[in-house]
């Protein structure tokens, strides 16, 4: 009898537990970090169900920079002003929203277990277009993310682009054209600098591995450019770099860069391949990679300016 | 029990938790978090779907797993608005609150 199932349920448990934590907790800081965790618990459970892709897209994105966001929000909020006690719900609300949230769960977990058999996949298509078109990418993930669904991707950058746009698009018209403020206000400790000294250029080099690598194996453009994002976040941290003004040429050709090169790539691919996003067989790898490296840019770009938030006035020294 | 119907059990608690959070919480950056809760959930769930479309040599099915790593992103970029969107409200207000019986006072609801 093997020690899985019960490491399996373990595991399952830890998670909701972590989530009941963060729900439950009874201040703001000690919610994100319980959420930090609980991302990276939720990684493990994506490798059990053999995506590791998704595992490490949930570690980074979904923990990692989610928190970075949340925690930098809570402080920027906290120095704005003390958030007042707000009205606690009663409790026959709390029993109605319970009983709701339970009734939501458990419809969900029927049809989790009246799922049809047997189930419809897309598999064999995609396993064909990493044969085809996507031709000697190994993991078929990127193969989906790049060849069969190429459009959606290319679409998701402008998403990213759109949401930069519209967090500056918030900010005081006085602050127009000036950088967000800081990641942080207060000087750095000088163990926070020196972790940076350490793992920035560290984290650089893994981050472009991870994006090489995941032509073949887990890893990937998404993945990659995340981790590039965390080390420019953490340097921001601490104050070892400044939050570039928004009205930078090179920041904004930066962030258009990935879906940019996609663009035109796909366009290109109606010329010489014969349709819209298709690749030439004997280049396609290649030139996935070529498109995947500005993707890489254009993620690593947009991650820490949505982090960073709208331009604000200078208001530091 | 299998561990990916395990999985999606437990994606299943985590929407209705994310949804107790989101309604309850005052705060709106705790809405915030629930909700991402939620989502994470939702993702969960599309994951097992993943796992039982495992056909063509393949342990799980490509198409959804990458749909989630490009929901993941999309999620964080929607939160990033929110933040925004949250702060912005703050530094024009005196309260940090979405209740619509305080906005809907006379004064805003500012009793200094």
Same mark, same amino acid.
């Given at each position: 009898?093997?020690?899985?199932?019960?490491?399996?349920?373990?595991?399952?448990?830890?998670?909701?537990?972590?989530?009941?934590?963060?729900?439950?907790?009874?201040?703001?800081?000690?919610?994100?970090?319980?959420?930090?965790?609980?991302?990276?618990?939720?990684?493990?459970?994506?490798?059990?169900?053999?995506?590791?892709?998704?595992?490490?897209?949930?570690?980074?994105?979904?923990?990692?920079?989610?928190?970075?966001?949340?925690?930098?929000?809570?402080?920027?909020?906290?120095?704005?002003?003390?958030?007042?006690?707000?009205?606690?719900?009663?409790?026959?609300?709390?029993?109605?929203?319970?009983?709701?949230?339970?009734?939501?769960?458990?419809?969900?977990?029927?049809?989790?277990?009246?799922?049809?058999?047997?189930?419809?996949?897309?598999?064999?298509?995609?396993?064909?277009?990493?044969?085809?078109?996507?031709?000697?990418?190994?993991?078929?993930?990127?193969?989906?993310?790049?060849?069969?669904?190429?459009?959606?991707?290319?679409?998701?950058?402008?998403?990213?682009?759109?949401?930069?746009?519209?967090?500056?698009?918030?900010?005081?018209?006085?602050?127009?054209?000036?950088?967000?403020?800081?990641?942080?206000?207060?000087?750095?400790?000088?163990?926070?600098?020196?972790?940076?000294?350490?793992?920035?250029?560290?984290?650089?080099?893994?981050?472009?591995?991870?994006?090489?690598?995941?032509?073949?194996?887990?890893?990937?453009?998404?993945?990659?450019?995340?981790?590039?994002?965390?080390?420019?976040?953490?340097?921001?941290?601490?104050?070892?770099?400044?939050?570039?003004?928004?009205?930078?040429?090179?920041?904004?050709?930066?962030?258009?860069?990935?879906?940019?090169?996609?663009?035109?790539?796909?366009?290109?691919?109606?010329?010489?391949?014969?349709?819209?996003?298709?690749?030439?067989?004997?280049?396609?790898?290649?030139?996935?990679?070529?498109?995947?490296?500005?993707?890489?840019?254009?993620?690593?770009?947009?991650?820490?300016?949505?982090?960073?938030?709208?331009?604000?006035?200078?208001?530091?020294? | 029990?299998?561990?990916?119907?395990?999985?999606?059990?437990?994606?299943?608690?985590?929407?209705?938790?994310?949804?107790?959070?989101?309604?309850?919480?005052?705060?709106?950056?705790?809405?915030?978090?629930?909700?991402?809760?939620?989502?994470?959930?939702?993702?969960?769930?599309? *994951? =097992? !779907?993943?796992?039982?479309? /495992?056909? &063509?040599?393949?342990?799980?099915?490509?198409?959804?797993? %990458?749909?989630?790593?490009? *929901? =993941? !992103?999309?999620?964080?970029? /929607?939160? &990033?608005?929110?933040?925004?969107?949250?702060?912005?409200? %703050?530094?024009?207000?005196?309260?940090?609150?979405?209740?619509?019986?305080?906005?809907?006072?006379?004064?805003?609801?500012?009793?200094?």
């Amino acid at each position: 009898m093997s020690l899985r199932p019960f490491l399996d349920v373990i595991l399952a448990s830890l998670v909701l537990g972590v989530a009941i934590f963060t729900i439950t907790a009874r201040d703001l800081f000690a919610a994100v970090v319980g959420y930090v965790a609980y991302g990276l618990l939720l990684a493990f459970v994506w490798i059990r169900l053999y995506a590791p892709d998704v595992a490490l897209t949930e570690a980074a994105v979904g923990s990692g920079v989610t928190g970075v966001l949340l925690i930098t929000a809570g402080k920027r909020l906290g120095a704005l002003k003390d958030v007042a006690p707000d009205r606690q719900p009663g409790l026959a609300l709390k029993l109605l929203t319970g009983v709701l949230a339970a009734l939501v769960a458990s419809a969900l977990g029927a049809v989790i277990l009246m799922l049809p058999d047997p189930p419809p996949s897309l598999a064999p298509e995609a396993a064909a277009a990493a044969d085809g078109p996507g031709a000697g990418l190994g993991n078929p993930i990127t193969a989906v993310l790049m060849s069969y669904r190429s459009f959606d991707t290319m679409l998701e950058k402008i998403v990213l682009i759109l949401a930069v746009v519209g967090v500056w698009s918030v900010g005081a018209d006085k602050a127009w054209g000036d950088a967000p403020a800081p990641l942080r206000q207060q000087k750095a400790y000088a163990p926070m600098v020196f972790l940076a000294q350490m793992l920035a250029p560290v984290g650089a080099l893994i981050a472009i591995h991870v994006f090489w690598t995941g032509a073949n194996a887990p890893g990937g453009a998404f993945q990659g450019g995340a981790l590039l994002a965390a080390m420019w976040m953490l340097t921001m941290m601490a104050r070892l770099a400044q939050p570039p003004r928004v009205d930078a040429q090179w920041l904004r050709l930066a962030l258009v860069a990935g879906p940019a090169v996609f663009l035109i790539s796909g366009l290109a691919g109606g010329v010489v391949a014969g349709s819209f996003f298709a690749y030439p067989q004997a280049l396609a790898k290649p030139i996935i990679l070529f498109i995947e490296a500005f993707m890489v840019l254009s993620i690593a770009v947009a991650l820490p300016m949505l982090v960073a938030g709208p331009p604000s006035e200078r208001q530091d020294q | 029990m299998t561990p990916s119907v395990l999985a999606g059990l437990t994606g299943a608690a985590l929407v209705g938790l994310g949804l107790y959070g989101l309604i309850l919480h005052p705060h709106p950056l705790r809405k915030l978090l629930a909700f991402n809760l939620i989502g994470s959930g939702v993702f969960l769930v599309f *994951g =097992i !779907v993943a796992r039982r479309g /495992a056909a &063509a040599g393949f342990r799980f099915d490509p198409v959804p797993q %990458a749909m989630v790593i490009t *929901g =993941i !992103v999309v999620a964080f970029a /929607a939160s &990033a608005i929110a933040v925004a969107l949250i702060l912005r409200l %703050a530094a024009e207000s005196s309260h940090v609150t979405l209740d619509p019986e305080v906005w809907s006072k006379p004064n805003g609801g500012d009793t200094q």
